[in-house]
C-alpha cells in the first residue's frame, strides 16, 4: 500500500524557497523585483526568476529540477510541514502550478486470523 500527498506551491512561496536556499548557500539570488516565475517542464521540471532592476534591466534565474526540489524540502522544513524522509518525492507542473508529489510506501505486515 502507497500513500501519495500533494503540496502545491504559490509563485510566491517557489521564489521565496529559491531565494532562501541561494542566500542561505551564498550563491546568487536576483537583483530588483521580482517580474514573474515561469515553469518548465521539458527535460524535468524547472523555474525561471525574471527579475528587474531599479535601471529597468531584465535578468533571469533558471533554477533545475534538483536544486528547486532542495529548496522546496526545506522550505517546507523552515515552516515545520512534514517532510518524511523515506518516500519519494517528484515535481510536477499542474496546471501551470507547482506540485510536490510525496509517495510513501506502508511495508506493515496484514495480521489475519487464525490459519
Known amino acids: 500500500m502507497k ?9 510566491q ?34 523555474v525561471s526568476l525574471v527579475s528587474v532592476d531599479a535601471l529597468g ?18 522550505f517546507c522544513m523552515s515552516r515545520k510541514i512534514p517532510m518524511p524522509v523515506k518516500s519519494d518525492k517528484y515535481l510536477q507542473v499542474i496546471k501551470d502550478g507547482l506540485t510536490m508529489m510525496i509517495t510513501m510506501r506502508f511495508n506493515k505486515s496484514h495480521k489475519s486470523g487464525p490459519a
Request: a negative charge; hydrophobic letters at 40%; charged letters at 25%.
Open 3 to 11: 500513500e501519495l500527498r500533494c503540496l502545491v506551491f504559490s509563485e
Open 57 to 74: 534591466k531584465t535578468q533571469t534565474l533558471l533554477i533545475q529540477e534538483t536544486e528547486l526540489s532542495a529548496a522546496l524540502v526545506n
Open 13 to 46: 512561496e517557489v521564489a521565496a524557497a529559491v531565494l532562501e536556499r541561494r542566500k542561505k548557500l551564498q550563491e546568487q539570488g536576483i537583483d530588483g523585483t521580482l517580474q514573474s516565475v515561469n515553469y518548465h517542464s521539458e527535460a524535468g521540471v524547472s
